[in-house]
């Protein structure tokens, strides 16, 4: 669901983005790459191809997609930041590529801060937390309870060191849960054992989950979103669960390299920020379940590195670690 504050907080400059000066780049006015750090068809591949097409227009350039899935998006962000700084080489870049691998790998091939420029931040997704149907646990006081006194339980996450790795463990730690990790291969795998009950609890993407709560077929303890989602209003939020910690959102954004000039980050962030006052990206978008979330260089520059702070801290109390 995209939320009308989201686009309230696009600024005028952004939304008039088909009215920027077309002048090229320092280096002219070739393609632009935008490396998509996942595979085809997901959600970052997703977002990127609305509001590159849509950046492209006003640009006056073309902007193709470059997926380079892998090592936990390393691939494709270690090809961005050896890229030129030209304003011709960006990467849509998320809260592991940039904020979160810098503390779980010791040998990360970037620097998630000083490697890159960021441009402009575009989107996020929440987390929520869903059991089986038949769970015992109706809220999560409960599961908590059954984690401290109702023996060993497992949770799943999408992959080790993934967010929902992270996210899960944190509960464990600060609530003093007994809890095993079972990573899987994937979002939908750990969904579909979550469903069956092979495992005990899962902390997903909402929208990877989304059809299944409303089926009936896992049930929601919290989700965190700074209030409660209208198609969802018996889901609270976690603040409300009297956990604010689990209210960690997927974030997606686009970097270059570092050393881009100011007056290029900041065209190419008015372009892209512009796509998201596209009617017709909205609805692409409010498909894929994206919340709305503008900012320009510098407001993403000191989001990016309080993002890097918070996910050091989530990393040293759970001490998860990922090689690199």
């Given amino acids: 669901m995209i939320r009308r504050r989201s686009l309230a907080a696009l600024p ?6 088909p009215a920027l000066s077309r002048l090229a780049l320092a280096q002219g006015a070739g393609p632009i790459r ?7 068809g997901g959600p970052t591949d997703i977002l990127a191809r609305v509001t590159g097409e849509k950046a492209a227009a006003a640009l006056g350039q073309p902007v193709v997609v470059d997926n380079r899935a892998g090592a936990g998006g390393v691939i494709g962000a270690e090809a961005a930041s050896r890229a030129a700084p030209d304003g011709l080489t960006l990467i849509l870049g998320h809260n592991q590529t940039h904020a979160s691998n810098q503390a779980m790998m010791a040998r990360l091939p970037y620097h998630v801060v000083d490697s890159f420029t960021p441009v402009a931040k575009l ?8 059991v089986p149907a038949n769970s015992r646990a109706r809220t999560m006081a409960e599961l908590v309870e ?8 497992s949770y799943a996450s999408s992959q080790a060191g993934s967010a929902s790795h992270v996210i899960s463990e944190t509960l464990v730690r600060r609530a003093g849960m007994n809890a095993t990790h079972v990573p899987y291969r994937g979002a939908a795998p750990a969904a579909t054992d979550t469903m069956a009950g092979i495992v005990d609890f899962y902390t997903s993407t909402f929208p990877t989950v989304a059809a ?4 009936g077929r896992l049930r929601a303890l919290q989700i965190g979103a700074p209030a409660r989602l209208a198609d969802f209003p018996d889901v609270p939020t976690a603040a409300e669960a009297g956990l604010p910690y689990m209210a960690v959102d ?7 390299p570092a050393g881009l000039p100011a007056a290029a ?44 702070a918070r996910w050091a801290e989530m990393v040293e109390l759970t001490g998860v670690k990922l090689e690199g």
């Fill in 250 to 256: 997927a974030w997606f954004g686009l970097f270059a």
């Fill in 12 to 17: 005028l400059a952004a939304l008039a983005a």
């Fill in 265 to 308: 980050a900041e065209r190419l962030a008015q372009a892209f920020l512009g796509s998201l006052g596209d009617a017709e990206a909205q609805r692409r978008l409010a498909a894929a379940a994206f919340t709305l979330d503008p900012q320009g260089p510098a407001a993403f520059a000191a989001f990016q590195r309080a993002e890097v």
């Fill in 123 to 130: 989107a996020t997704v929440h987390h929520a937390t869903v």
């Fill in 146 to 153: 059954l984690g401290r006194n109702g023996g060993q339980l």
């Fill in 212 to 215: 299944l709560v409303r089926e």
């Fill in 34 to 40: 935008l490396i998509v750090p996942a595979p085809p």
